[in-house]
């Protein structure tokens, strides 16, 4: 495949994870937005992460499936018919103010999300060498992340924090689930060719001589990829902490214009996206990257609980820097050499994003118990456990 093809394609997936970070970023304006629409507790406003996240427990098998059966170019497909849905459900719970349904529209973007992000990291992984995937992700990570925090501005402009009104939010989230139906149709009628990881399509004569997943009768005799998936749950339960908390902590500290403060950790992510596009696998190794993004989750994570609260949240932001590279490099090293179990190793990851539903709930109660900066050290562990499956893990092959 020549380069201008892949530049095509990897633009074309760009905008998808511009839709994909657009649908997850709402979250974090909802948090504090939630507690006035519905009356709901602080603690009680974090089940929106987990109504999210749960989804990629419940659908990524169901993916891996749908992934197999229609191929990536219609499971994409499939994924926005589902975000539209998502959306027009979001509308209408506002339209009937029930936060039940409310919590409900965002399950569905769940399900649509982990169809969504199975199907783009896998084409963008085998799209190219493995060793430069984590340079890939990154790309399409700082459109991601972009997206994501544009979500708060947006809806900024529909939804006031200072002056909640429930009725503002169902004219936009229509118009959303028809501009989500209008991309869904643009991918279907798009030239994105379908893929395959070496070995995955190969005679089982042949492969077995050649590829270390081949070699295996099921995914759990593969320590790098379960590692990998647990990998995964610390790296995107911290990193919405990090990008869904920040919000909601500049408003329980009374700072003005708190939805914008989800920018800089949104801006730190992009500056750490960059270094990857510049470093890895020229001067960084995927392996290497980790580590260093690790090492420095936990410093930074000190450095939040043991700072003034004025400065502890500009000290959130920095973790977007931590964990600019940790999905980048971890996705790809989990996928590496597994063959015909790519796609069914690439949902058991997604699964593990989980860890987005569980750890935010868990910090959400935290905060409310003792107090923000205390609740970070939930982080600590996370990036911990990221640092052993950076050094240790993520090399583990036994034939």
Not at 75 to 89: E, N, Q
Not at 155 to 161: G, S, T, W
Request: aromatic content about 16%.
């Amino acid at each position: 495949m020549d380069k201008s093809s892949v530049s095509l394609y990897l633009l074309m997936i760009g905008c998808m994870y511009v839709v994909l970070g657009f649908s997850i970023g709402i979250n974090a304006y909802f948090i504090p937005f939630v507690q006035e629409a519905f009356t709901v507790t602080r603690a009680v406003s974090y089940l929106i992460m987990t109504a999210t996240f749960s989804a990629y427990v419940f659908f990524a098998l169901p993916a891996e499936r749908i992934i197999r059966s229609i191929g990536y170019k219609k499971s994409i497909f499939t994924s926005f018919l589902i975000l539209a849905i998502g959306f027009f459900l979001i509308g209408y719970s506002a339209s009937v103010v029930s936060f039940p349904v409310f919590l409900c529209s965002l399950f569905v973007l769940g399900i649509a999300q982990t169809l969504l992000t199975d199907a783009i990291n896998s084409y963008v992984t085998i799209l190219g060498p493995t060793r430069s995937a984590a340079r890939r992700i990154s790309m399409m990570g700082i459109a991601d992340k972009l997206a994501l925090a544009s979500a708060s501005l947006l809806l900024a402009l529909f939804l006031d924090l200072s002056q909640v009104n429930l009725d503002d939010a169902i004219l936009p989230f229509y118009l959303i689930a028809v501009f989500a139906l209008l991309i869904g149709f643009l991918v279907y009628f798009s030239p994105l060719p379908e893929l395959s990881a070496q070995g995955e399509e190969m005679d089982s004569s042949v492969i077995n001589q050649q590829v270390y997943g081949n070699l295996k009768q099921n995914i759990f005799q593969i320590p790098h990829l379960y590692l990998g998936a647990i990998a995964i749950f610390f790296d995107v339960g911290v990193e919405i902490i990090a990008l869904g908390s920040i919000n909601d902590y500049a408003n329980a500290l009374g700072l003005s214009h708190p939805e914008f403060y989800v920018w800089y950790t949104t801006l730190a992510m992009v500056l750490g996206y960059s270094m990857g596009i510049g470093f890895i696998p020229k001067r960084l190794s995927q392996q290497q990257g980790l580590t260093i993004c690790a090492c420095l989750g936990i410093f930074f994570t000190g450095l939040i609980v043991f700072s003034p609260e004025r400065l502890s949240i500009y000290l959130v932001a920095f973790l977007g820097f931590a964990n600019s590279l940790l999905w980048p490099t971890i996705f790809p090293l989990a996928l590496t050499d597994l063959g015909r179990f790519t796609k069914k190793g690439a949902s058991f990851l997604v699964m593990g994003i989980i860890g987005g539903a569980f750890l935010p709930l868990f910090f959400g109660f935290s905060a409310e118990k003792w107090n923000y900066q205390h609740a970070y050290l939930i982080c600590l562990p996370a990036y911990l456990y990221i640092l052993f499956y950076a050094r240790v893990g993520s090399q583990i092959r036994t034939v």
